[in-house]
């Protein structure tokens, strides 16, 4: 209930196109967009993620992720990474 | 300088031997018989031997008379042994005398007068040492010496020679001769004696004086320079030589060679590798599991504050907008009023082939630049359907292919069987051209054959050549130089199935393909267009199936039956084409069940109606490998089309404008009914009359799926699907009628409305809604078609055909099909503004109505 409530909060911003939440194998457990699609961004956004994961960690292992954002010509895709699940979150930032 | 010093020949000096005698005494060693004897005076010419010493010695040459006359005959009386001969002088004188001249004493006539002795001494001289052979010794003393025993002479001999340095010895008085006695001394000294063997050679160098003494430098010298600088014996290889080695001694050692190498060989371990073929995905069970587990409560408690501050971040400013750039567009379309034009870029008249025809449809080329499609008809009083009788007797009925380059000639014609309404390029496959006549039947047309000139038309722009050498599919095409090449159409719809009234709209259907049965729209895998959607006033929508042999590169052929479809023979013969078999595929009748009137829709608009136009080289590729696999496609596309997933989202509603002016909004799916479960077909049609004459131009804008732009004799209007009952925005014009129309192709809010007196008025919403931004006059008569396109990113152009024939190709302005920036933003804004007033319009008047109403009842209540 709690799950859905907050969900529900984030989707109902303006703009936003998708919400996606998956768990650390990048598996989708939850989400507003279509089965294709949702696998598409599951699986290349996990691999990214991780990526960057590994990227800061390297630069100094004191450090982690918590937050990426790409911002693309048509909109953005904003990732919250933890350490079981990730949230994603598709906006269309224009007005 | 030194040269002179160069040691040269060695020359035997002549007179050496003669210093050797002036240095040394004045015997030579030859004459040991010699003696020296007192030198005698002579006045006269010294006859004597005196030149060589003895000066009384007088050589005399004794002929053989005076050798008789003194007895010295030679072999004789005298020989060698026994040379001398006394002569008297009286006898000298009495020879004198008697033969004075000729005498041989003539020339020691004196000398022998003078002698004091009465015998003078003749020496015969064998060995002519004194040059003659006979020699007369002057003096006494030598007389006797020469007489006396000669060997006193050795002894002398040899006191001469060691008195070498003494040259002149003046009276010179020779030891007495003492009998020498040996006593074998001489051999010692002549042992020890150094005698020379050889004469020695004299060298004489030399060399100017100032250059002695003076500094030298050496230089070196490349022997090889001079020519003759070095004498080589070079080693050459002797012809005569022919020795052959057949044996020899070859001592031999065998040793191990010993190489160390070293390789790096790719160490392959065993690894585990994997293959996805499906993505992971979890059961729903899981997913209700894992939704309520306490974990993802947590992590979304900690994650959705960033997210949410992310997302405010967003939606209060755009952090990535450019200011300069969206300031210079701005600047662009506000300031200064730009000139807003259709420039004239071609036109092209037939004469030959358009003449006295109305342009019915124009169509562009989808893929090739510059290429444009024409359809004609006849000029019809009521435009209603053609006489054949009449036909027949005219020009066959073509559509022509016009290319930029060449606005003379027509690149191609297609021959059809009836004229044509209308036709469209398929948007999978440019070759493939359908068309609707006017007696109601439906046509395709392949010309894929000429799909090289055509696009090889700017390069042979004069002159139309035909290279028709390879045709694997059959088809009839005029050969000729001047003449466009003629191409037949290859199918034909059956005339019982199809129209009764002739085909006024015809679509290719996108790429989803429809299940008969369920008149659902399933995907269509193979991308390829392969239905057609056709309306005409017989109030009935006709959806045709593509034959599958009609798409080129075909090779094998199948035969393939289906309800409802049609038949394709095995073979399709070169003359006979695909005649009089093609059934349609789904049949809608509009107004049947409804009510009676009929509405004959004129005009068709699908929702899904937006393509993809492949490029031939792609569509190519698509065919070529997969040619063999195509058919199989098809025939699972048409038999088994049920397997394919039915795409729910795709909507399935559609817009007919009817020959009345009504506007019906409806349905195709048929559902299936839960209780009887039999296909029921649902219709939500909607009818919408605001158009008094009959519709020509039924449009969805090209931006806005749902946005639809309806012509239709004096007004025309925009309406929003779905939403209003009402247009949105209407007008209308009182002079004159509008004939076509069409959305610009690039901007949002402009659209081209063409009326019948040849003039195109340009519409900009987001500029004036109340009249058109713009109006030019493109031609003399009414303007049939219009039909923008997008040749390039800078060239857009606008087809427009009229009533006599000319097709009229204008080049749209930057202005016009450039958008400004959030242009579709903005035309947007304003439908929904306009949707809105709508509403809100509605609403009001509804409020207005009701509240009318609530006051009459109280009137009667009252009353």
């Given at each position: 209930a709690e799950v859905e409530e907050t969900l529900k909060r984030i989707q109902a911003h303006k703009g936003v196109i998708a919400t996606i939440v998956m768990n650390a194998e990048g598996i989708p457990i939850r989400t507003t967009l279509d089965n294709s699609s949702t696998v598409q961004y599951a699986g290349l956004?996990?691999?990214?993620?991780?990526?960057?994961?590994?990227?800061?960690?390297?630069?100094?292992?004191?450090?982690?992720?918590?937050?990426?954002?790409?911002?693309?010509?048509?909109?953005?895709?904003?990732?919250?990474?933890?350490?079981?699940y990730l949230l994603i979150v598709i906006q269309n930032p224009c007005e | 300088m030194s040269k002179k010093l160069s040691s040269g020949k060695t020359s035997l000096k002549a007179p050496k031997t003669s210093a050797k005698k002036q240095k040394g005494g004045k015997k030579s060693k030859d004459s040991s018989k010699r003696k020296q004897t007192q030198l005698g005076k002579k006045d006269e010419v010294d006859l004597s031997a005196a030149h060589i010493g003895h000066p009384e010695i007088f050589p005399l040459a004794f002929t053989t008379e005076t050798q008789e006359i003194f007895n010295c005959r030679v072999e004789e009386d005298v020989t060698e042994e026994n040379c001398f001969k006394l002569i008297k002088k009286d006898d000298i004188i009495q020879d004198l005398k008697t033969r004075d001249a000729v005498s041989d004493f003539h020339p020691v006539k004196k000398v022998v007068l003078e002698y004091p002795e009465e015998e003078l001494l003749v020496v015969f001289d064998a060995k002519f040492q004194y040059g003659q052979n006979f020699y007369l010794v002057a003096s006494e003393e030598a007389k006797e010496n020469l007489l006396k025993p000669p060997e006193t002479a050795q002894e002398e001999e040899k006191e001469e020679e060691n008195r070498e340095e003494d040259l002149e010895v003046q009276p010179y008085k020779p030891p007495v001769p003492k009998p020498w006695v040996s006593l074998g001394s001489e051999k010692e000294v002549e042992e020890e004696s150094v005698k020379d063997r050889v004469t020695k050679i004299k060298y004489m160098i030399s060399r100017v004086r100032r250059k002695f003494g003076t500094p030298i430098t050496f230089t070196d010298r490349n022997a090889s320079h001079v020519k003759d600088g070095y004498v080589e014996c070079t080693p050459y290889e002797d012809k005569a030589f022919s020795i052959n080695m057949l044996e020899k001694d070859v001592g031999l050692q065998t040793v191990p060679k010993v190489k160390e190498v070293a390789t790096q060989t790719k160490w392959t371990y065993p690894k585990n590798a994997a293959t996805q073929y499906f993505p992971r995905q979890l059961s729903n069970e899981e997913k209700e599991e894992r939704l309520s587990s306490k974990k993802l409560k947590e992590f979304l408690t900690s994650v959705h504050l960033r997210m949410e501050i992310a997302l405010q971040q967003n939606e209060i400013m755009n952090a990535f907008f450019d200011d300069w750039k969206a300031l210079a567009e701005d600047e662009c379309s506000s300031g200064g009023k730009p000139d807003v034009y259709l420039g004239a870029y071609r036109s092209f008249t037939g004469l030959r082939y358009l003449k006295d025809r109305i342009i019915s449809c124009v169509c562009w080329h989808p893929t090739i630049y510059g290429i444009i499609a024409v359809s004609a008809r006849q000029q019809l009083p009521d435009e209603e359907q053609a006489n054949l009788s009449d036909k027949s007797l005219l020009q066959q009925t073509v559509i022509v292919f016009w290319s930029f380059f060449d606005p003379l000639h027509p690149q191609l014609m297609l021959e059809c069987p009836e004229d044509i309404h209308c036709f469209q390029f398929s948007p999978s496959d440019p070759n493939v051209i359908a068309g609707g006549c006017i007696n109601g039947q439906v046509v395709l047309l392949d010309i894929s054959q000429h799909e090289q000139k055509l696009q090889n038309a700017q390069t042979d722009a004069d002159g139309i050549k035909i290279t028709a050498v390879n045709m694997p599919s059959p088809m009839q095409v005029e050969q000729s130089s001047t003449e466009p090449p003629l191409v037949r159409y290859c199918a034909v719809s059956s005339i019982q199935h199809s129209h009764k009234k002739p085909v006024t709209d015809i679509y290719w259907l996108p790429d989803y393909s429809k299940d008969n049965q369920m008149s659902a729209a399933s995907e269509n895998r193979a991308e390829i267009c392969v239905q057609l959607v056709t309306c005409s006033p017989d109030c009935s929508v006709l959806f045709w199936d593509i034959p599958a042999t009609k798409l080129p590169e075909q090779t094998s052929c199948e035969t393939v039956k289906q309800e409802g479809g049609f038949y394709i023979p095995c073979d399709v013969p070169a003359t006979k084409p695909l005649d009089l078999c093609w059934k349609p595929l789904i049949k809608i009748n509009l107004g049947e069940s409804d009510s009676n009137t009929e509405c004959g829709p004129v005009r068709i608009s699908l929702r899904e109606l937006h393509y993809h136009y492949k490029t031939s080289e792609k569509v190519r590729s698509l065919h070529t490998p997969e040619a063999p696999t195509r058919d199989s496609s098809y025939t699972e596309m048409s038999t088994s089309s049920k397997n394919l997933k039915v795409l729910e989202n795709i909507s399935t509603s559609f817009f007919i404008g009817t020959e009345d002016g009504e506007i019906v909004h409806s349905d195709w799916k048929i559902e299936i009914d839960n209780d009887t479960a039999k296909p029921v077909s649902q219709e939500h049609s909607q009818k919408y009359t605001i158009h008094t004459e009959t519709i020509n131009t039924l449009q969805r804008s090209p931006f806005f799926q749902d946005i639809v732009l309806s012509i239709g004799g004096r007004n025309f209007a925009i309406w929003k699907e779905r939403d209003t009952y009402r247009p949105i925005l209407q007008w209308?014009?009182?002079?004159?009628?509008?004939?076509?129309?069409?959305?610009?192709?690039?901007?949002?809010?402009?659209?081209?409305?063409?009326?019948?007196?040849?003039?195109?008025?340009?519409?900009?919403?987001?500029?004036?809604?109340?009249?058109?931004?713009?109006?030019?006059?493109?031609?003399?008569?009414?303007?049939?078609?219009?039909?923008?396109?997008?040749?390039?990113?800078?060239?857009?152009?606008?087809?427009?055909?009229?009533?006599?024939?000319?097709?009229?190709?204008?080049?749209?302005?930057?202005?016009?099909?450039?958008?400004?920036?959030?242009?579709?933003?903005?035309?947007?804004?304003?439908?929904?503004?306009?949707?809105?007033?709508?509403?809100?319009?509605?609403?009001?008047?509804?409020?207005?109505?009701?509240?009318?109403?609530s006051w009459r009842q109280r009137q009667r209540k009252q009353v």
């Open positions: 956004l996990h691999q990214l993620t991780m990526r960057a994961r590994s990227t800061v960690r390297d630069i100094d292992p004191h450090n982690d992720l918590t937050f990426l954002r790409i911002r693309s010509k048509k909109h953005e895709i904003m990732i919250a990474p933890d350490k079981d | 209308s014009c009182s002079a004159g009628r509008y004939t076509a129309g069409h959305w610009s192709l690039t901007r949002p809010g402009v659209f081209f409305i063409a009326r019948n007196d040849g003039n195109i008025d340009i519409w900009d919403l987001l500029k004036k809604t109340h009249e058109p931004s713009h109006t030019q006059n493109i031609s003399t008569s009414r303007i049939t078609c219009i039909s923008p396109w997008i040749a390039s990113p800078k060239q857009n152009f606008l087809a427009v055909s009229d009533d006599l024939g000319a097709l009229h190709v204008l080049e749209i302005c930057q202005t016009l099909s450039h958008p400004s920036s959030n242009e579709e933003a903005n035309v947007l804004d304003f439908f929904e503004r306009e949707v809105k007033y709508l509403k809100y319009c509605e609403e009001k008047s509804q409020a207005k109505r009701e509240l009318k109403w």
